[in-house]
């Protein structure tokens, strides 16, 4: 069944800001997860020896030195699936601001 929602300009815009907003936190969330994948796929050449010149390297050795590639990728689902409960809350929150 299709359903037809009707938004008035300044209700379009509202909602074309927050998903701009809450696509930089997405960003950010995504971006972890390449720096998680960098270590792991890097893991057996992780040195935290002060002289690291990749961003994954520092954000390992002032975060997650010592952590297992199993602990690693703990962090990568932990990270999905905040990502998967943001999507869902704001497209919750949108299907039933529509439908008043």
């Known amino acids: 069944?299709?359903?037809?929602?009707?938004?008035t300009e300044s209700k379009l815009t509202g909602v074309i800001k927050k998903v701009i907003t809450e696509s930089a936190s997405l960003w950010q969330y995504e971006d972890a997860i390449k720096q998680f994948k960098?270590?792991?796929?890097n893991y057996d050449t992780l040195n935290c020896d002060?002289?690291?010149s990749d961003e994954y390297q520092k954000v390992y050795c002032?975060?997650?030195?010592?952590a297992?590639?199993?602990e690693l990728n703990d962090l990568i689902d932990r990270v999905q699936s905040r990502i998967s409960s943001l999507v869902y809350?704001?497209?919750r929150d949108k299907m039933s601001?529509?439908?008043r």
Do not use: P
Not at 1 to 7: A, P
Not at 38 to 41: D, L, T, V, W
């Open 1 to 7: 069944m299709k359903k037809v929602i009707r938004l």
């Open 38 to 41: 960098k270590m792991i796929e």
């Open 50 to 52: 002060g002289n690291q």
């Open 62 to 66: 002032k975060y997650y030195e010592g």
């Open 68 to 70: 297992s590639i199993d």
């Open 89 to 91: 809350r704001e497209f």
């Open 97 to 99: 601001s529509w439908q």
